[in-house]
């Protein structure tokens, strides 16, 4: 069973930002069955790099869309992306370093991050997009 299962609660009705957080759940499912079939240590690193260079594009793509639709939040919404990204960052450093191992605690928080930020942060930019008909 994937630990992040994709719903509507999770959609926010941009079709092309949808794909983007299914590409992100999936990442996130691929390190949390990495990490239970006990190949965390082998493959884990490249997977939080993945995840992180994978966020990196999806924030810029959002932004450029949130910059078309003229979105009055823009600006607050890019600083959470990158509190986000220095978070993730944070914990692919620590991890290279081999401070941290991969574990609930990681997984969580990264589960956490994306539904919290695509139900709650995300949702306010929708009106916006949907008014200029960005897809």
Known sequence: MPFIL??????VGIPSIDRQ????VDIINDLHDAMLAGKAKDISGQILENLLNYTR???AAEEAMMTAANYAGLAAHKLRHR???????GYVLRYHRGEITLNLH?????RDWLTNHIQQA???YRPA?????LQ
Not at 21 to 24: D, G, V
Not at 129 to 133: L, P, V
């Open 57 to 59: 594009n999806h924030f």
């Open 106 to 110: 990681l997984m969580h928080f990264l």
């Open 122 to 124: 995300d949702q306010d």
């Open 6 to 11: 994709w719903n509507q609660a999770l959609s």
């Open 21 to 24: 957080h299914r590409q992100l």
């Open 129 to 133: 997009m949907q008014a200029r008909g």
């Open 83 to 89: 509190n986000l990204t220095r978070q993730v960052e």
